[in-house]
């Protein structure tokens, strides 16, 4: 039986590990943009409003960047747990610097939003919640929709689990086969499961991903107070989800 997760650890992003990252995440992740795009295109509110958002782990900032795309007016605190990120990201959005505050913060840690006072119209996420620790999921949902304005948003993607095992085994089979396909893709290199066993699996061991299945991200947003959810998309191991308070 696996042991509950400690959660994601920040320190791993080395600077090496952050510049490759776009990199990595176009070889492990399908449909990455698809997943972006259709979080901003959920988001609720007209675009000329002057929105309030929350971005939990900002990474290099592809997200953040179309959230001010379509909402220009917005002001934007982000938040990440590397601070190489965090600078990297900085760079990339310095067109945008008036408008975003990016603050390093592990929100595996309970106080992870102490001296935010801000009240937001929309909190969002991707691809990050799946490192939130076991012990730590719950109260992480109820801490967000206490940061919600009345009527805010909450937009997810992240890594899942099949709520079946079997169903689960089949997602890893088909999944490493798309890695196998992808490394000698983009990487012209030749793969065997024992060589993502290698490269993969100890480092998503060291990470703390520590994916929950859809059924309870439903549960745990709903346990939180949000009087609408939903569970908007889904690809394989990958899905979006969003509540309204």
């Given at each position: 039986m696996r042991k509950p997760s400690l959660g994601g650890n920040p320190k791993v992003w080395s600077n090496e590990e952050v510049t490759q990252y776009d990199m990595m995440q176009s070889i492990v992740i399908p449909k990455k943009d698809e997943m972006l795009d259709v979080i901003t295109s959920m988001i609720p509110f007209d675009e000329n409003k002057a929105l309030k958002v929350m971005e939990i782990g900002v990474g290099l900032g592809a997200l953040t960047e179309r959230i001010f795309n379509r909402f220009p007016e917005s002001d934007f605190l982000?938040?990440?747990?590397?601070a190489q990120m965090i600078?990297?990201?900085q760079e990339r959005l310095k067109k945008?610097?008036?408008?975003?505050?990016i603050l390093e913060r592990n929100f595996n840690k309970p106080l992870w939003l102490n001296g935010v006072n801000d009240k937001f119209d929309l909190v969002c996420s991707s691809l990050t919640l799946h490192y939130l620790s076991t012990r730590r999921r719950r109260e992480f949902f109820k801490e967000i929709f206490k940061v919600l304005k009345k009527k805010g948003t909450f937009i997810y993607s992240c890594a899942?689990?099949?709520?079946s095992p079997s169903i689960q085994k089949i997602f890893v089979k088909i999944h490493r086969k798309y890695l196998r396909d992808q490394i000698l893709k983009v990487m012209g290199k030749?793969?065997?499961?024992?060589?993502?066993?290698?490269?993969?699996?100890k480092r998503r061991d060291k990470m703390g991903i520590n994916p929950a299945t859809t059924v309870d991200h439903l549960d745990?947003?709903?346990?939180?107070?949000?009087?609408?959810?939903?569970f908007i998309w889904k690809h394989r191991h990958y899905a979006i989800f969003m509540g309204v308070k």
């Open positions: 982000g938040i990440d747990g590397s600078a990297n990201a945008f610097s008036g408008k975003i505050k899942v689990k099949a709520n030749k793969f065997t499961d024992e060589d993502l066993d290698r490269v993969f699996k745990l947003l709903k346990k939180a107070g949000f009087s609408k959810v939903e």
